[in-house]
Protein backbone atom coordinates (compact mmCIF):
# COMPACT_ATOMS: atom_id res chain seq x y z
CA UNK A 1 0.00 0.00 0.00
CA UNK A 2 1.61 3.16 -0.60
CA UNK A 3 2.92 5.35 2.09
CA UNK A 4 -0.35 8.27 1.14
CA UNK A 5 -3.03 5.45 0.96
CA UNK A 6 -1.79 4.04 4.40
CA UNK A 7 -2.10 7.79 6.03
CA UNK A 8 -5.46 8.19 4.74
CA UNK A 9 -6.73 4.47 6.28
CA UNK A 10 -5.30 5.82 9.46
CA UNK A 11 -6.62 9.16 9.60
CA UNK A 12 -10.17 8.58 8.41
CA UNK A 13 -10.33 5.96 11.20
CA UNK A 14 -9.10 8.04 14.13
CA UNK A 15 -11.06 11.19 12.82
CA UNK A 16 -14.35 8.99 12.84
CA UNK A 17 -13.86 8.11 16.54
CA UNK A 18 -13.00 11.78 17.87
CA UNK A 19 -15.83 13.03 19.63
CA UNK A 20 -14.60 16.38 21.46
CA UNK A 21 -12.67 19.42 19.97
CA UNK A 22 -9.57 18.82 22.07
CA UNK A 23 -8.92 15.53 20.32
CA UNK A 24 -9.77 17.21 17.07
CA UNK A 25 -7.23 20.01 17.41
CA UNK A 26 -4.55 17.27 18.33
CA UNK A 27 -5.14 15.24 15.40
CA UNK A 28 -4.60 18.43 13.26
CA UNK A 29 -1.47 19.19 14.78
CA UNK A 30 -0.16 15.94 13.84
CA UNK A 31 -0.98 16.47 10.06
CA UNK A 32 -0.82 19.70 9.28
CA UNK A 33 1.03 21.76 12.26
CA UNK A 34 4.91 22.90 11.28
CA UNK A 35 5.94 19.53 11.76
CA UNK A 36 3.29 17.29 10.70
CA UNK A 37 2.64 14.45 8.64
CA UNK A 38 1.51 16.43 5.34
CA UNK A 39 3.88 19.20 6.37
CA UNK A 40 6.49 17.10 6.34
CA UNK A 41 5.33 15.19 3.05
CA UNK A 42 5.24 18.70 0.96
CA UNK A 43 8.42 19.80 2.03
CA UNK A 44 10.30 16.36 1.08
CA UNK A 45 8.58 16.66 -2.49
CA UNK A 46 11.94 18.59 -3.86
CA UNK A 47 14.23 15.13 -2.87
CA UNK A 48 11.70 13.01 -5.25
CA UNK A 49 12.73 11.73 -8.43
CA UNK A 50 11.39 14.03 -11.41
CA UNK A 51 9.30 11.29 -12.79
CA UNK A 52 7.61 10.18 -9.26
CA UNK A 53 7.10 13.49 -8.34
CA UNK A 54 3.80 14.54 -10.04
CA UNK A 55 1.88 11.77 -9.38
CA UNK A 56 3.10 11.75 -5.52
CA UNK A 57 2.46 15.45 -5.23
CA UNK A 58 -1.17 15.45 -6.48
CA UNK A 59 -1.82 12.58 -4.69
CA UNK A 60 -0.84 14.16 -1.72
CA UNK A 61 -2.70 17.23 -2.57
CA UNK A 62 -6.24 14.88 -2.80
CA UNK A 63 -5.30 13.73 0.90
CA UNK A 64 -4.84 17.47 2.07
CA UNK A 65 -7.99 18.20 0.91
CA UNK A 66 -9.92 15.12 1.66
CA UNK A 67 -8.46 15.46 5.63
CA UNK A 68 -8.75 19.41 5.87
CA UNK A 69 -12.66 18.51 4.69
CA UNK A 70 -12.87 16.15 7.16
CA UNK A 71 -11.47 17.80 9.69
CA UNK A 72 -14.14 21.35 9.10
CA UNK A 73 -16.77 18.69 9.45
CA UNK A 74 -15.87 17.48 12.22
CA UNK A 75 -15.74 20.43 13.72
CA UNK A 76 -18.81 21.70 13.18
CA UNK A 77 -20.47 18.51 14.29
CA UNK A 78 -18.83 18.77 17.73
CA UNK A 79 -20.09 22.09 17.84
CA UNK A 80 -23.59 21.27 17.14
CA UNK A 81 -23.37 18.70 19.43
CA UNK A 82 -22.23 20.96 22.29
CA UNK A 83 -24.75 23.25 21.64
CA UNK A 84 -28.06 20.60 21.79
CA UNK A 85 -26.51 19.48 24.93
CA UNK A 86 -26.44 22.65 26.55
CA UNK A 87 -29.87 23.22 25.26
CA UNK A 88 -31.41 20.17 26.64
CA UNK A 89 -29.47 20.67 29.66
CA UNK A 90 -30.55 23.87 30.57
CA UNK A 91 -34.08 23.58 31.23
CA UNK A 92 -35.36 26.66 31.61
CA UNK A 93 -38.70 27.29 32.57
CA UNK A 94 -39.53 30.66 31.11
CA UNK A 95 -42.98 31.01 32.80
CA UNK A 96 -41.76 30.64 36.50
CA UNK A 97 -41.77 34.11 37.48
CA UNK A 98 -38.75 36.20 38.38
CA UNK A 99 -36.67 36.37 41.21
CA UNK A 100 -37.04 39.65 43.35
CA UNK A 101 -34.15 41.09 45.03
CA UNK A 102 -34.02 44.08 47.19
CA UNK A 103 -31.22 46.80 46.13
CA UNK A 104 -29.92 49.29 48.61
CA UNK A 105 -30.06 52.75 48.93
CA UNK A 106 -27.28 55.56 49.47
CA UNK A 107 -28.40 57.14 52.88
CA UNK A 108 -28.62 61.18 52.24
CA UNK A 109 -26.24 61.91 54.39
CA UNK A 110 -23.81 60.21 52.45
CA UNK A 111 -24.72 61.20 49.20
CA UNK A 112 -24.07 65.03 50.75
CA UNK A 113 -20.20 64.02 51.68
CA UNK A 114 -19.64 62.75 48.51
CA UNK A 115 -21.24 65.72 46.86
CA UNK A 116 -19.44 67.83 48.39
CA UNK A 117 -15.82 66.10 48.48
CA UNK A 118 -16.14 65.68 45.26
CA UNK A 119 -16.79 69.56 44.70
CA UNK A 120 -13.68 70.74 46.98
CA UNK A 121 -11.49 68.12 45.80
CA UNK A 122 -12.09 70.14 42.43
CA UNK A 123 -10.38 72.80 43.89
CA UNK A 124 -7.70 71.08 46.06
CA UNK A 125 -8.46 70.34 49.20
CA UNK A 126 -7.64 66.66 50.43
CA UNK A 127 -9.69 64.58 53.30
CA UNK A 128 -8.73 64.17 56.64
CA UNK A 129 -10.67 62.54 59.44
CA UNK A 130 -10.62 62.36 63.26
CA UNK A 131 -11.51 60.38 66.45
CA UNK A 132 -15.19 61.17 67.55
CA UNK A 133 -13.81 60.16 71.16
CA UNK A 134 -11.86 63.80 71.61
CA UNK A 135 -9.74 65.22 74.31
CA UNK A 136 -10.57 68.41 75.96
CA UNK A 137 -7.35 69.56 74.48
CA UNK A 138 -8.32 69.19 71.01
CA UNK A 139 -11.86 69.80 71.27
CA UNK A 140 -11.56 73.00 73.15
CA UNK A 141 -8.19 74.29 74.46
CA UNK A 142 -6.21 74.10 71.34
CA UNK A 143 -9.02 75.65 69.27
CA UNK A 144 -8.62 78.42 71.89
CA UNK A 145 -11.70 78.16 73.25
CA UNK A 146 -11.10 79.27 76.90
CA UNK A 147 -12.04 77.14 80.08
CA UNK A 148 -14.93 79.33 81.35
CA UNK A 149 -16.93 79.22 77.56
CA UNK A 150 -20.00 78.68 77.16
CA UNK A 151 -19.70 75.40 74.54
CA UNK A 152 -18.63 73.73 77.17
CA UNK A 153 -21.15 73.46 79.22
CA UNK A 154 -22.12 70.43 80.50
CA UNK A 155 -25.29 70.86 78.84
CA UNK A 156 -24.13 70.80 75.63
CA UNK A 157 -21.16 68.42 75.40
CA UNK A 158 -21.47 64.63 76.17
CA UNK A 159 -18.46 64.05 78.51
CA UNK A 160 -17.05 60.58 78.81
CA UNK A 161 -17.02 58.37 82.00
CA UNK A 162 -17.37 61.80 84.44
CA UNK A 163 -14.25 63.43 83.03
CA UNK A 164 -13.64 66.74 81.90
CA UNK A 165 -10.86 65.03 79.50
CA UNK A 166 -12.31 62.83 77.19
CA UNK A 167 -15.87 63.75 75.25
CA UNK A 168 -17.73 63.44 71.94
CA UNK A 169 -16.74 66.09 69.91
CA UNK A 170 -19.03 68.68 69.94
CA UNK A 171 -17.68 69.75 66.23
CA UNK A 172 -15.35 69.03 63.92
CA UNK A 173 -12.34 71.27 64.29
CA UNK A 174 -10.47 69.67 66.38
CA UNK A 175 -9.48 67.71 62.87
CA UNK A 176 -7.95 70.90 62.31
CA UNK A 177 -5.50 70.81 65.16
CA UNK A 178 -4.58 67.67 64.49
CA UNK A 179 -4.00 67.99 60.79
CA UNK A 180 -1.34 70.79 61.53
CA UNK A 181 0.02 69.35 64.61
CA UNK A 182 0.77 66.45 61.81
CA UNK A 183 2.64 68.16 59.40
CA UNK A 184 3.65 71.38 57.95
CA UNK A 185 1.69 74.41 56.12
CA UNK A 186 0.32 74.70 53.64
CA UNK A 187 -2.89 73.17 54.43
CA UNK A 188 -5.70 72.76 52.60
CA UNK A 189 -8.21 70.08 53.53
CA UNK A 190 -11.50 69.26 54.49
CA UNK A 191 -12.90 66.69 57.26
CA UNK A 192 -16.23 65.31 57.32
CA UNK A 193 -17.67 63.56 60.31
CA UNK A 194 -19.84 62.48 63.04
CA UNK A 195 -20.31 65.27 65.80
CA UNK A 196 -22.27 65.40 68.99
CA UNK A 197 -24.08 68.02 71.16
CA UNK A 198 -26.56 66.84 73.56
CA UNK A 199 -29.39 68.91 72.03
CA UNK A 200 -32.75 66.95 70.26
CA UNK A 201 -35.87 68.50 68.59
CA UNK A 202 -37.06 68.87 64.64
CA UNK A 203 -33.65 70.39 63.28
CA UNK A 204 -31.39 69.20 66.40
CA UNK A 205 -30.08 65.66 66.67
CA UNK A 206 -27.72 64.37 69.31
CA UNK A 207 -25.76 62.85 66.54
CA UNK A 208 -24.92 64.87 63.73
CA UNK A 209 -22.76 65.49 60.98
CA UNK A 210 -20.66 68.84 60.10
CA UNK A 211 -17.80 69.72 57.36
CA UNK A 212 -14.75 71.30 58.59
CA UNK A 213 -12.57 73.21 55.61
CA UNK A 214 -8.80 74.75 56.42
CA UNK A 215 -7.02 76.82 54.48
CA UNK A 216 -3.22 78.00 55.76
CA UNK A 217 -0.69 79.18 53.39
CA UNK A 218 0.83 82.64 52.93
CA UNK A 219 -0.76 85.53 52.20
CA UNK A 220 -4.50 83.57 52.25
CA UNK A 221 -7.52 86.42 53.08
CA UNK A 222 -10.74 86.69 53.24
CA UNK A 223 -11.28 87.23 49.65
CA UNK A 224 -10.30 83.64 49.59
CA UNK A 225 -12.49 82.89 51.83
CA UNK A 226 -15.43 83.95 50.09
CA UNK A 227 -14.61 83.08 46.68
CA UNK A 228 -14.17 79.58 48.16
CA UNK A 229 -17.68 79.27 49.74
CA UNK A 230 -19.25 81.12 46.06
CA UNK A 231 -18.02 78.48 44.22
CA UNK A 232 -18.94 75.76 46.97
CA UNK A 233 -22.62 76.87 47.28
CA UNK A 234 -23.23 77.33 43.28
CA UNK A 235 -21.71 73.75 43.03
CA UNK A 236 -23.74 72.09 45.94
CA UNK A 237 -27.48 73.28 45.09
CA UNK A 238 -26.23 73.53 41.25
CA UNK A 239 -27.25 77.42 40.44
CA UNK A 240 -25.63 80.22 38.79
CA UNK A 241 -26.05 82.98 40.75
CA UNK A 242 -26.16 82.75 44.44
CA UNK A 243 -26.93 85.40 47.08
CA UNK A 244 -24.87 85.29 49.74
CA UNK A 245 -24.49 87.16 52.91
CA UNK A 246 -21.36 86.85 55.74
CA UNK A 247 -22.90 88.34 59.43
CA UNK A 248 -20.07 89.19 62.16
CA UNK A 249 -20.29 86.66 64.53
CA UNK A 250 -18.15 85.06 67.07
CA UNK A 251 -15.95 81.95 67.29
CA UNK A 252 -13.04 81.94 69.90
CA UNK A 253 -11.25 79.94 67.22
CA UNK A 254 -11.50 82.55 64.82
CA UNK A 255 -10.73 86.52 64.03
CA UNK A 256 -12.78 87.83 62.19
CA UNK A 257 -15.32 85.53 62.36
CA UNK A 258 -18.41 84.91 60.05
CA UNK A 259 -21.61 83.54 59.67
CA UNK A 260 -22.58 82.55 56.28
CA UNK A 261 -26.63 82.95 54.66
CA UNK A 262 -27.76 82.23 51.86
CA UNK A 263 -31.04 83.87 49.71
CA UNK A 264 -33.91 81.58 49.07
CA UNK A 265 -37.17 81.61 48.26
CA UNK A 266 -40.71 79.47 48.62
CA UNK A 267 -41.96 78.59 45.13
CA UNK A 268 -44.83 76.44 45.00
CA UNK A 269 -44.31 75.32 48.60
CA UNK A 270 -40.43 74.72 47.44
CA UNK A 271 -37.21 76.07 48.46
CA UNK A 272 -35.23 77.74 45.49
CA UNK A 273 -31.84 78.41 46.46
CA UNK A 274 -30.10 81.63 45.26
CA UNK A 275 -33.34 84.03 43.96
CA UNK A 276 -35.88 85.62 46.67
CA UNK A 277 -35.03 88.14 49.79
CA UNK A 278 -35.14 85.21 52.79
CA UNK A 279 -32.17 84.05 54.29
CA UNK A 280 -30.76 80.95 55.27
CA UNK A 281 -28.02 80.59 57.80
CA UNK A 282 -25.54 77.75 56.43
CA UNK A 283 -22.40 77.88 58.10
CA UNK A 284 -19.61 79.64 59.99
CA UNK A 285 -16.26 81.14 59.09
CA UNK A 286 -13.65 82.94 59.54
CA UNK A 287 -9.77 83.81 59.29
CA UNK A 288 -8.39 81.02 61.61
CA UNK A 289 -7.20 82.96 65.19
CA UNK A 290 -3.11 83.85 65.54
CA UNK A 291 -3.74 81.63 68.74
CA UNK A 292 -4.37 78.78 67.38
CA UNK A 293 -1.75 78.84 64.70
CA UNK A 294 0.65 79.33 67.90
CA UNK A 295 -1.08 76.03 69.19
CA UNK A 296 0.21 74.00 66.60
CA UNK A 297 3.83 75.91 66.25
CA UNK A 298 2.82 77.68 62.59
CA UNK A 299 3.88 81.15 62.68
CA UNK A 300 0.94 83.54 62.34
CA UNK A 301 3.43 86.31 61.04
CA UNK A 302 4.11 83.93 58.14
CA UNK A 303 0.85 81.77 57.65
CA UNK A 304 -2.40 82.29 57.75
CA UNK A 305 -5.61 80.97 56.11
CA UNK A 306 -9.70 80.58 56.77
CA UNK A 307 -11.45 77.80 58.00
CA UNK A 308 -15.14 77.04 58.26
CA UNK A 309 -17.65 74.70 59.62
CA UNK A 310 -20.72 73.69 57.54
CA UNK A 311 -23.70 71.36 58.66
CA UNK A 312 -23.95 68.47 56.51
CA UNK A 313 -27.34 66.93 57.00
CA UNK A 314 -28.73 70.69 57.09
CA UNK A 315 -27.40 70.84 53.72
CA UNK A 316 -29.03 67.63 52.55
CA UNK A 317 -32.17 68.74 53.73
CA UNK A 318 -32.47 71.94 52.15
CA UNK A 319 -31.03 70.39 48.78
CA UNK A 320 -33.38 67.50 48.61
CA UNK A 321 -36.36 68.99 50.67
CA UNK A 322 -36.61 67.02 53.61
CA UNK A 323 -37.90 68.82 56.82
CA UNK A 324 -37.28 66.42 59.80
CA UNK A 325 -34.13 65.72 60.72
CA UNK A 326 -34.58 63.22 63.13
CA UNK A 327 -36.20 60.85 60.30
CA UNK A 328 -32.35 60.57 58.89
CA UNK A 329 -31.50 58.04 62.60
CA UNK A 330 -34.47 56.68 62.61
CA UNK A 331 -33.64 53.66 60.89
CA UNK A 332 -36.78 53.33 58.85
CA UNK A 333 -35.83 51.27 55.77
CA UNK A 334 -39.44 53.01 53.82
CA UNK A 335 -37.64 56.48 54.63
CA UNK A 336 -34.53 55.41 53.09
CA UNK A 337 -36.42 53.79 50.39
CA UNK A 338 -37.55 56.84 49.21
CA UNK A 339 -35.23 59.84 49.96
CA UNK A 340 -32.05 57.08 49.46
CA UNK A 341 -29.35 56.88 46.30
CA UNK A 342 -28.74 54.96 44.10
CA UNK A 343 -25.54 53.47 44.62
CA UNK A 344 -24.33 53.73 40.99
CA UNK A 345 -24.86 57.34 41.12
CA UNK A 346 -22.57 58.58 43.69
CA UNK A 347 -18.89 60.36 43.00
CA UNK A 348 -15.86 57.87 44.01
CA UNK A 349 -13.39 59.83 45.61
CA UNK A 350 -14.89 59.59 48.82
CA UNK A 351 -15.41 55.80 51.09
CA UNK A 352 -13.91 57.65 54.61
CA UNK A 353 -17.05 57.36 56.20
CA UNK A 354 -18.43 53.78 56.95
CA UNK A 355 -22.07 53.55 55.32
N1 LIG B 1 -17.11 74.70 64.91
C1 LIG B 1 -18.20 75.64 64.74
C2 LIG B 1 -19.49 75.04 65.29
O1 LIG B 1 -19.61 73.89 65.43
C3 LIG B 1 -18.39 75.99 63.28
C4 LIG B 1 -17.25 76.75 62.74
C5 LIG B 1 -17.25 78.14 62.78
C6 LIG B 1 -16.15 76.12 62.24
C7 LIG B 1 -16.19 78.87 62.28
C8 LIG B 1 -15.08 76.83 61.74
C9 LIG B 1 -15.13 78.21 61.77
O2 LIG B 1 -13.99 76.26 61.22
O3 LIG B 1 -14.09 78.91 61.28
O4 LIG B 1 -20.39 75.78 65.56
Redesign the pocket.
Known amino acids: MSEIKKIKEEYLLRLDKVLDQYKLNEIKTELFGKNGIISNKFKQLGSIDEDKRKEFASELNVLKNELQDLILKKNENIQNQEINKKLKDDNIDVTLPGRSYFAGKIHPVSQVIDEVTSIFSEIGFSVEEGPDVESEYYNFSA?NTPENHP?RDMHDTFYLHHSKDFLLR????PV?IRTMLKSKPPFKIIAPGR?YRCDSDQTHSPMFH?L???HIDKNINMGHLKGCLYYFVKKFFEVDKVKIRFRP?H?P??EP???VDIGYKIQNGKIKIGEGNKWLEI??????HPNVLKNVKVNPKKYQG??????IDRLAMLKYGINDLRAFFENDIRWLEFYGFDPLDVPTNYRGLSR
Open positions: LATHTSQTQEGLSFFTSAELGCGMVYAFGVG
